[in-house]
């Protein structure tokens, strides 16, 4: 199992942990709360529009077949829209009813409870998108989509939750009931204390899906290991130089190494006639025992900054994955712009159009990788 995979798992076991401990909260009263604001919600004006959010049925009880609130009227004229004994309540009145009906549950150390799960979760979620940056490319279709998945893994705010639940419909709506619409978009009384609720259960919640993707991430990183393990070995002999092709800082690059006795190549220097670009690519990964991975700034952006080639990006992947971490060195030009998944990756940065600058630590991984003495 790899490094990498190690982690993911590891990650994994930490957030099952924090996933189980959820069972704390079974006894917390959360399901009374839950109960109460759903039942009080069956009483809703089923509107979150300005004043309208906090309009229920008389007594909070369900409204009777054919009794129903009108967004539109309101609470304007009863003959006009709305049909039933609807009443106007604040959000603090239905919140303090809710609790009452519930047992005036105290949340305070279930509160706590969750915060700590939550800071905890927000760590593991973090070393689990930094073990992501560092997957070397180049990506299949799963481990594209898992990845992805984790991306999307976080923590709810609670008044995102609350929000969540709001009756908000598409396009126009008519509105004759001027206080109400003045009022804009509110959360319903009911709403705010399922909102809370799903927010004390969140970090739980999260840590189970966390858990889910890091475990699933770490068995494929390891089965893919073990399909192409057999092929690490590396018996080559070359310095491989991967670069854009518009800047010429390659060649400075290649007479420095061919001085120092050591033989190069890049994948245009030699024609190919014969080949596909893939069987190129795989001769030239057979013979690299080290490359050097030349990130120049020649390809502008759309918001203005300016990257490497995407050929650059591509070899970065290749022989990574072939050499490993400490013999696919990025040499990171100033001003390029940095790919996503470069953290993690060595590299050596070196000024605008002076790779020379940079010659003297490409010498120190040279020799701690024992290509020179």
Excluded at 105 to 110: A, I, M, T
Excluded at 166 to 177: E, L, S, T
Excluded at 245 to 265: N, R, T
Aim: proline letters at 3%.
């Amino acid at each position: 199992m790899t490094s990498l995979s190690d982690e993911f798992a590891s990650i994994a076991e930490q957030a099952d942990v924090l996933a189980d401990q959820a069972t704390e909260l079974d006894d917390a009263g959360l399901s009374r709360l839950e109960e109460a604001a759903k039942s009080i919600g069956r009483a809703w004006s089923q509107s979150s529009l300005g004043y309208q959010a906090n309009v229920y049925y008389k007594h909070f009880s369900t409204p009777p077949a054919g009794h129903i609130f009108s967004r539109e009227w309101g609470l304007l004229g009863m003959f006009q829209g709305s049909v039933g004994e609807w009443e106007r309540h604040s959000a603090d009145e239905v919140v303090a009813i809710i609790h009452s009906r519930a047992g005036d549950v105290d949340l305070e150390p279930v509160r706590q409870a969750s915060e700590a799960i939550r800071t905890a979760a927000k760590e593991l979620i973090e070393k689990a998108r930094s073990a992501g940056a560092r997957v070397p490319l180049p990506y299949d279709a799963y481990l594209t989509e898992r990845l992805e998945g984790l991306a999307r893994i976080a923590l709810p705010s609670v008044r995102t939750l609350q929000r969540s639940m709001m009756n908000v419909p598409q396009g126009n709506v008519p509105v004759r009931d001027m206080q109400a619409y003045e009022g804009g978009w509110q959360v319903a009384g009911h709403q705010l204390v399922l909102g809370e609720m799903a927010y004390i259960r969140s970090p739980y919640q999260v840590a189970v899906d966390l858990a889910e993707a890091c475990r699933a991430i770490a068995a494929h990183l390891e089965a893919k290991d073990s399909s192409v393990g057999p092929l690490l070995v590396q018996t080559g002999s070359k310095v491989f130089i991967g670069h854009g092709g518009g800047s010429k800082e390659y060649l400075a690059l290649g007479v420095w190494l061919a001085d120092e006795g050591l033989e190069w190549e890049v994948f245009d220097r030699v024609p190919a006639a014969g080949l596909s670009t893939k069987e190129r690519l795989s001769e030239m990964l057979n013979r690299a025992q080290i490359a050097f991975l030349l990130m120049t700034a020649e390809d502008e952006a759309s918001d203005g900054s300016v990257r490497a080639r995407e050929n650059v990006v591509h070899e970065v992947g290749l022989f990574q994955g072939r050499l490993g971490f400490t013999k696919a060195i990025v040499l990171l030009e100033e001003g390029c712009s940095e790919f996503s998944n470069i953290l993690g990756l060595g590299q050596i940065r070196f000024p605008r159009g002076n790779i020379r600058g940079a010659f003297d630590e490409i010498r120190q991984v040279l020799r701690r990788e024992g290509v020179l003495p």
